[in-house]
């Protein structure tokens, strides 16, 4: 939820700066993750709907992270501030693949 609120932030600036098209799809996907990962959590007890859930949300924040580093390289967000939420997305990402790797253990 931190990271979708500093991808908020950030895209902010993108708005301003009438990136519209570029923002929009950073903020739908950050705000995915939240939203499939919370719905995945609820369902934890159900494995097929656990694991669509989180893989959906591994995709978006996937998604997310790519986006953001293509803003940051392109120069259009705050380069050293975008890295560091884009750094926020690559641990989630380690996360989620560790979760989605655990259940498939089990």
């Not at 656990?50 to 120069?75: I, P």
């Amino acid at each position: 939820m931190n990271a979708a609120v500093q991808v908020m932030e950030l895209t902010r600036i993108m708005r301003k700066k009438a990136m519209k098209r570029i923002a929009e799809p950073i903020i739908r996907s950050s705000n995915a993750v939240c939203s499939e990962f919370l719905t995945g959590w609820q369902k934890r007890n159900e494995p097929v709907p656990y694991h669509e859930k989180m893989t959906s949300a591994l995709k978006n924040a996937t998604q997310t992270r790519d986006l953001l580093k293509g803003a940051a390289d392109s120069n259009l967000m705050p380069v050293e501030r975008t890295r560091a939420v884009a750094q926020v997305y690559d641990d989630l990402i380690a996360r989620l693949t560790a979760l989605l790797q655990t259940e498939g253990n089990t």
